[in-house]
């Protein structure tokens, strides 16, 4: 079974610009969380949708948002980026069967240079 | 929210010994604690996870431990091989989302 995929890897822009970056789950995960990981802040939840709702939400500010497909492909956006978004953005696909905890597959991440 | 602290920063073993990584949380309310490996250029592997039920478990080199009263969890890597060597993370789960990530500990396996 493939892992999760995210695409591009590799991404830079320039202050001011929007992004957007995608991520394809497991087969069958329904769950896609996204976090950000830079060297000060560790790796710091994003947002987390299941069957194209969002359910939760990290502190982070309205420039970064995103949404999930029916077939449960999600995208995240990040508008007029600023210097401080540069980083490695990290997708997790769970299966999400309804239980208290769910085991998070993560992906090799996209990593994002704003000049 | 969950707050999670994770010691050392970084840890250097030789190739044989033993490594421990130790995490605290902060709610008692958290039911669930992952450990991911995460190499250079590669998103977090999970490695072991345990679950607030459980007080140990094992997998071949790699046990975790829980301790709920003292609210801290251990990850435990016997016989450490140079691939090993990588950053490790903790985290806890409080809400079933979002997971709480320690700050990593950096693992430098000798020969």
């Known amino acids: 079974k493939a892992g999760v995929t995210q695409t591009p890897r590799y991404l830079i822009k320039t202050r001011g610009q929007q992004v957007t970056l995608s991520c394809s789950p497991i087969s069958g995960h329904r769950s896609v969380s996204w976090y950000q990981q830079t060297p000060g802040q560790g790796l710091q939840f994003l947002f987390e949708?299941?069957?194209?709702?969002?359910?939760n939400k990290g502190n982070f500010p309205g420039r970064f948002s995103g949404r999930q497909f029916s077939n449960s492909r999600s995208e995240m956006n990040v508008s007029t980026l600023e210097l401080g978004d540069s980083a490695l953005y990290l997708c997790?696909?769970?299966?999400?069967?309804?239980?208290?905890?769910?085991?998070?597959?993560f992906g090799p991440g996209t990593r994002l240079t704003v000049l | 929210g969950e707050n999670v602290e994770q010691h050392p920063s970084t840890l250097s073993v030789q190739e044989g010994d033993s490594a421990v990584i130790k995490c605290t949380y902060s709610d008692s309310a958290s039911n669930y604690f992952p450990w991911y490996k995460q190499e250079l250029g590669k998103g977090p592997q999970l490695i072991i996870d345990?679950?607030?039920?459980?007080g140990e478990k094992k997998d071949q080199r790699i046990a975790v431990t829980l301790n709920k009263t003292a609210k801290h969890f251990s990850l435990h890597i016997t016989e450490t091989q140079p691939e090993d060597s990588a950053v490790y993370f903790c985290a806890g789960i409080y809400s079933g989302y979002e997971l709480n990530f320690g700050k990593g500990t950096s693992l430098l396996v000798t020969p």
């Open positions: 997790a696909s769970s299966l999400d069967t309804g239980g208290s905890y769910n085991e998070q597959f």
């Open positions: 949708y299941f069957s194209e709702t969002q359910r």
């Open positions: 345990i679950r607030s039920n459980v």
